[in-house]
């Protein structure tokens, strides 16, 4: 399949392409009490119709435990819904900007319109968050969308298609199940806008389909993200909120610490209050706990299995944890130390259970060991030192951060959520959203005489000088 091809006739997705783009100007102009009707459709399918049914099928898809679907899956679902629904009529005011005394005799304003025809296309290890979290945002900003979820938890997806059908029309929403057949073919056509999230391999696939027809994009993305503790931190706190942020869902969140950079000195306090905390929630078999998830699909087993065989051929020591269970795609939540830098465990993005602890002497050293690598989508800061904590700000560059905490920016609504480089491109969330799925439009409006009437040609010498003052005075 040709990603390039614009031979459209054959492309399955086409004809509803079309029906999207048909009536796009008219989804356009919908007011902002009908943008907010669809919302609250889609607020009622999740919170009330459909939540037992998502409960269920994560449940299948990921082992996810009851109260993680509900906070991590329905909630931010929920509160983006409530967060547009509060602010969307602010944010489709025009926006009155100053107009410069050159220009004297108009005036100028932008105004937020739809970018059109959408796509979106989303990840497994949120499957619903991170399909319908953005699609809040594209119907807040008046597009039509055509959603193609992943086809690595089919449970979730096949739901999500269900629920896309039962909410909307097929011109406003559609959601078209596949695997990245369906993709590629999806990709060849004209969107607007594809807001795409996964992997940095897959954005750069997604940047370069984008760029057949120049659409936009917004490109969330993964990586490694840092996790630094220094000799100044609270260690038991430092490890209370690792443990959940780097073990929740099993360690498959574009945002959980990848690996911690520790100050020697306290690296054995840390690791042993780690197992602490483990115990307290996983108790000490975890793979018993209701409270733990499993790796989604034996093919991602398989790969955070070789990490740690890789690990152990290169004498690391495994610290905490370390079993496998191949059938029910279990892994321990593990601690691994003494890693020589060629290990896979600190070059590829871990996405599993697995936290390697890496030790420094100095802070420096650790921030350069950050900068070597690729700029990350997170970079969590422990420390009680505000100096040690605005140097390591001022000298690393990462999507977002917390600081004495971890995951827990993705939930501010006020913050533009996304990475840099490698690890995104544009942002999402709350306005940063609506702003990412609209094109601004610069609108001036001439009132009476321009001032500018007067450089119009012939070029005299009197106009000459006129320019000449206005570049010095205007
Ligand atoms: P992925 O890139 O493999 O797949 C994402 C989507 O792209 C899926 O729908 C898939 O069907 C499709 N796809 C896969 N290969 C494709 C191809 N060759 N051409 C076109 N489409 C293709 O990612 P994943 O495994 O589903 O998710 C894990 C990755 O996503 C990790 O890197 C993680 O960090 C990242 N992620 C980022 C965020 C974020 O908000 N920044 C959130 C969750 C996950």
Known sequence: MDVNSTDFNDNP??????KQQSQQLNIGTVPYSARIEKLKKLRTAIEVTFRDQIIEALHKDLNKPKV???????????????????????W????????????????????????????????WNF???????????????????????????????????????????EEDVALVEGEVKTST?????????????????VGKIVMSAAAKHLASVTLELGGKSPTIIDNTANVDKAAKRIVWGKFMNAGQICVSPDYVLIDESIKAKFIEACKKWIERYFTNQPKASDSYARIVTQKHFERLQSHLQDAKSLKAKVDIGGELEADS??????????????????????FGPILPIV??????????????????????????????????IKNTRAGGTCINNNVIHYANHNLPFGGVNNSGIGKSHGFYGFKAFSNQRAVVKQHTFGINELLFPPYTNFKEKLAKLTIKWF
Not at 94 to 123: A, H
Not at 185 to 201: A, D, V
Not at 363 to 389: G, H, M, V
């Open 13 to 18: 997705y086409y004809q509803l392409f079309l």
């Open 68 to 90: 993680e679907v509900e906070l991590t899956e329905i909630y931010p679902i929920i509160s983006e819904i409530k967060f547009a629904k509060s602010n969307l009529r602010k």
């Open 92 to 123: 489709m005011r025009k926006q009155k900007v100053d107009t410069p005394m050159s220009m004297l005799g108009s005036s100028s304003y932008y105004i937020y319109e739809p970018k059109g025809v959408c796509l979106i296309i989303s990840p």
């Open 127 to 169: 499957p619903f968050n991170l399909t319908f979290g953005p699609l809040v945002s594209a119907i807040a900003a008046g597009n039509s969308v055509i959603i193609k979820p992943s086809e690595m938890t089919p449970n979730s997806s096949a739901l999500m298609e269900e629920i896309v059908k039962t909410v909307f029309e």
């Open 185 to 201: 073919q999806l990709l060849q056509l004209p969107f607007n806008h594809i807001f795409f999230t996964g992997s940095p391999n």
């Open 329 to 350: 795609k279990y892994i321990a939540p593990t601690l691994v130390s003494n890693l020589i830098d060629e290990a896979t465990l600190l070059d590829e993005e871990i």
């Open 359 to 392: 030790t420094y002497k100095t802070l420096d050293e650790a921030i350069a060991y950050i900068n070597e690598k690729e700029r990350p989508l997170a970079l969590y800061i422990y420390s009680s030192s505000k100096r040690n904590t605005k140097h390591i």
